[in-house]
């Protein structure tokens, strides 16, 4: 009996792990930077300035792009978090825009990205609507938390995937509340409205 050719195997898994590790941590450092300029972009869209919140996409897009070509497929699921961001970005843009959502076959990321990428969409959505009533754009308002309810229903079947999207039921929780609270929100100022204009009517 002998360990001979089990030690070799155990020494060649090894240094083959201590490389994927690397590698792992390389992408989640470099990665990093995708987020970053979502993040940025988010916020350069809820500033109305959607000509740098356009670019910092692409560049978030080229980044994607390049990661996707040197990575071993066995390291892709690193890639998830900063995909996610990419897909709520872009789709937050477009909304602005009054574009279709991009699919994800178009933002060419995996079907967890998309769908958690959409769920986090909804919070910048809410964001919009709440910006929207202060600025007294109620239609506007209106109109966005149409499509923000819309988006909620379509993503409420995915919690049965759970297992499979990770972190799908808790966002849609969150979500959920989320619409409640818009949908009190917007009612209240309407009705606020509805009594300004009753009340400036009697005065005329």
Same mark, same amino acid.
């Given at each position: ?5 089990? +030690? ?15 590698? *792992? ?6 990665? *990093?930077?995708i987020i ?14 959607i000509k ?15 990661? /996707? +070509? ?11 978090? #900063? ?22 076959? #178009? ?19 809410r964001r ?31 919690? #049965?995937?759970? +297992? ?26 309407? /009705? ?13």
């Amino acid at each position: 009996m002998s360990l001979k050719d089990a +030690k070799t195997s155990l020494s060649k898994i090894s240094k083959s792990l201590e490389k994927t590790q690397e590698s *792992r941590e390389d992408l989640i450092k470099n990665t *990093r930077q995708i987020i970053t300029l979502c993040s940025e972009s988010i916020i350069s869209i809820h500033r109305n300035d959607i000509k740098s919140a356009a670019a910092k996409i692409q560049s978030a897009k080229r980044l994607l792009e390049k990661f /996707r +070509k040197e990575i071993d497929q066995g390291l892709y699921r690193y890639l998830i978090p #900063s995909e996610q961001e990419f897909v709520e970005a872009s789709s937050f843009l477009a909304i602005i825009q009054n574009k279709p959502v991009p699919s994800f076959e #178009s933002l060419k990321v995996k079907e967890e990205s998309y769908v958690l990428g959409l769920l986090d969409c909804v919070g910048e959505l809410r964001r919009n609507v709440y910006d929207k009533i202060r600025t007294g754009k109620l239609e506007e308002a209106k109109k966005t938390f149409d499509l923000m309810e819309d988006l909620y229903l379509q993503l409420y079947p995915f919690a #049965s995937f759970d +297992k499979i999207v990770k972190e799908a039921r808790r966002k849609l929780d969150v979500d959920r509340i989320l619409v409640e609270e818009t949908r009190t929100a917007l009612t209240e100022e309407i /009705r606020r409205q509805e009594l300004i204009d009753t009340i400036k009517k009697i005065k005329e």
